[in-house]
């Protein structure tokens, strides 16, 4: 257990219905990040936070996606409108400011759309 | 093209066998490098980081070659609790975001 908690952990929802998504980083973090893997693929970057701020968001984050980090604390991942092709593990994973920090990552919450 | 390229393998090695992983980047600005282990349907967690002059923990061994821009991971002495996915990552820039390739898995056998 790496001290990054994510809720759910499974999630299996309709074509059209909205998702949410919940992380809990290391307390001290001040840095989060969200990554989106697929079968047979590395984590791909979607976005991340420097405390309250959302600071980049990859192109891979359409507008159907949403993240927020409200108080610097907790942060959640929402999809509206899912499509099966947003089916994937969601990793969150927080790390202290700086390029040579370790992230530690979330066990992940694996979203599954019929 | 992928900016960090990885051969998926998979490798399958007898226990005790050595095993080299490779992994080229495109981007010449990149400045931190990762190894990071991933065993089946859980989180990556990072295995060394990975600097110019080489460094060893163990049985494993990183090297970066920035000229080249390619980045080897060897395990001697292979166990069967090395049998993961091994991911090349490497970040650019200072938001710390990591960028991955697609992974190499390795399964030792008895």
């Known amino acids: 257990d790496t001290g990054v908690s994510q809720d759910p952990r499974h999630k299996i929802t309709k074509r059209g219905q909205n998702v949410t998504f919940r992380c809990d980083p290391i307390?001290?973090?001040?840095?989060l990040y969200w990554y989106r893997q697929t079968l047979g693929q590395g984590p791909e970057f979607l976005t991340y936070?420097?405390?309250?701020?959302?600071?980049?968001k990859s192109r891979l984050l359409s507008d159907r996606f949403s993240a927020e980090r409200p108080k610097g604390s907790f942060s959640t991942l929402e999809i509206q409108r899912t499509e099966q092709g947003d089916s994937a593990m969601y990793l969150c994973?927080?790390?202290?400011?700086?390029?040579?920090?370790?992230?530690?990552f979330g066990p992940g919450t694996r979203l599954t759309v019929l | 093209r992928k900016e960090v390229e990885q051969d998926p393998g998979p490798f399958n090695v007898p226990e005790g066998a050595t095993v080299a992983f490779n992994c080229t980047y495109s981007?010449?600005?990149?400045?931190?490098f990762f190894w990071y282990r991933q065993d089946c349907r859980k989180e990556p967690k990072l295995l060394m980081s990975?600097?110019?002059s080489g460094n060893e923990d163990g049985r494993f061994t990183a090297q970066l070659n920035r000229a080249s821009q390619y980045i080897s991971l060897l395990i001697r002495d292979s166990k069967l609790s090395d049998s993961a996915t091994y991911l090349c990552?490497?970040?650019?820039?200072?938001?710390?975001?990591?960028?991955f390739g697609q992974g190499t898995t390795l399964q030792v056998k008895p």
């Open positions: 990552v490497v970040t650019t820039g200072n938001t710390g975001k990591l960028i």
């Open positions: 936070f420097q405390n309250e701020a959302q600071l980049e």
């Open positions: 981007n010449s600005a990149s400045q931190s």
């Open positions: 994973a927080s790390s202290l400011v700086g390029r040579y920090n370790e992230q530690f």
């Open positions: 990975v600097y110019s």
């Open positions: 307390s001290e973090h001040n840095r």
